[in-house]
């Protein structure tokens, strides 16, 4: 059987629960990759032993906590082979997917950076915490399969037929926003270490910020080809309650900072993607847009990110956000005995 030139990254941090079935989602692979590196990030649970027990007997490299971002680094800067791929440790492959994209790669030459889609999964234990914890990633997944048999289940259950639809996306493009889950991607080692591999100061976008990096140097294709399984679960780190802040605020410094383009062409007009409108309005609605900080944060990521006619509408938007608060004071104030707080004539 023929060998992908290909090694797969697995970050593991406390995932004991999760990683002997990503293993099997990439041993089951109809075309088998070169390599498997599990780097552990300084897991206190019996991850690693279960890793290495695994029947794929993947490369176990250890590193003390110092977060994804580094321990993906660490796995690109061990991988020996031309291309590389990043699976998190709770997510799952198709067994068609290596075979898919190796061949999407032996067919395009000129391509060294490829996405595609994927398919939301939660199991059904997770359910309740999911809706409890944030309705909108609880009704994000559109399978739902037993824990027990979460892989066997997705690949009997899922359509992942996909279609021949591809599209480029350079630099200006990527700005606008992720374009698909960003570690379902295989691509040119060497490029992602010219981008400067990903990104530990960028909190939960890590590999955007790569990818969009990597962007200007080649474009990034996604073909409609849905063979990576997302888990959505609720100690997933892309919540988007504590994704808001972090992500806006880097999107400000790629496209502002001088690294990407000239600080003038940004606030020409640069682009705008819906992910920054749906985090500015995820942040309106949740618990922390109290505090009077992430409020003033909000307003100046807005006023720098959508330009002024957007933000006059953001701010319209937070005005009718504190609306109640406003209308329940003038209650309260209109509930008052007449001359209640004046001060008394002279």
């Excluded at 990030?41 to 906590?65: C, I, K, N």
């Excluded at 591809?166 to 889950?181: E, I, K, N």
Aim: net charge neutral.
């Amino acid at each position: 059987m023929t060998q992908a030139d290909l090694t797969v990254v697995i970050p593991l941090f406390n995932g004991a629960r999760f990683i002997e079935e990503t293993l099997d989602s990439v041993r089951l692979q109809t075309m088998p990759v070169a390599d498997v590196i599990v780097v552990d990030d300084g897991s206190d649970d019996d991850g690693p032993e279960r890793a290495m027990a695994h029947a794929l007997r993947p490369r176990l490299v250890r590193q003390s906590h110092l977060g994804v971002a580094v321990a993906r680094n660490h796995g690109l800067l061990q991988t020996g082979t031309r291309w590389v791929t990043f699976l998190d440790q709770d997510d799952l492959w198709h067994p068609e997917r290596v075979r898919r994209l190796m061949g999407r790669l032996a067919s395009h030459p000129d391509e060294r950076l490829v996405m595609t889609t994927e398919i939301a999964f939660s199991t059904h234990d997770d359910l309740p915490r999911l809706s409890e914890q944030d309705p909108l990633v609880g009704s994000w997944a559109s399978l739902h399969v037993a824990r027990e048999t979460a892989l066997r289940d997705l690949i009997a259950s899922a359509d992942v037929t996909g279609s021949d639809t591809v599209t480029h996306h350079d630099q200006t493009a990527m700005l606008r926003g992720p374009v698909s889950v960003t570690t379902s991607f295989v691509a040119d080692a060497d490029l992602l270490r010219l981008a400067g591999g990903f990104a530990p100061h960028a909190l939960a976008m890590d590999d955007y910020w790569l990818l969009t990096v990597a962007a200007k140097l080649c474009p990034v294709a996604v073909v409609d080809q849905p063979t990576v399984f997302y888990r959505v679960h609720g100690a997933a780190t892309s919540r988007t309650t504590r994704l808001a802040l972090p992500f806006l605020s880097s999107a400000v410094a790629l496209r502002y900072g001088g690294g990407l383009d000239r600080p003038d062409a940004g606030t020409s007009g640069a682009p705008v993607g819906p992910l920054h409108v749906h985090l500015l309005d995820e942040l309106r609605r949740s618990p922390q847009f109290s505090d009077p900080r992430v409020r003033a944060v909000s307003w100046h990521l807005a006023r720098i990110l959508l330009g002024p006619a957007q933000s006059r509408e953001h701010a319209k938007a937070l005005v009718r956000t504190r609306a109640p608060w406003l209308r329940s004071l003038r209650s309260a104030v209109g509930s008052l005995p007449r001359g209640r707080g004046r001060r008394p004539a002279g």
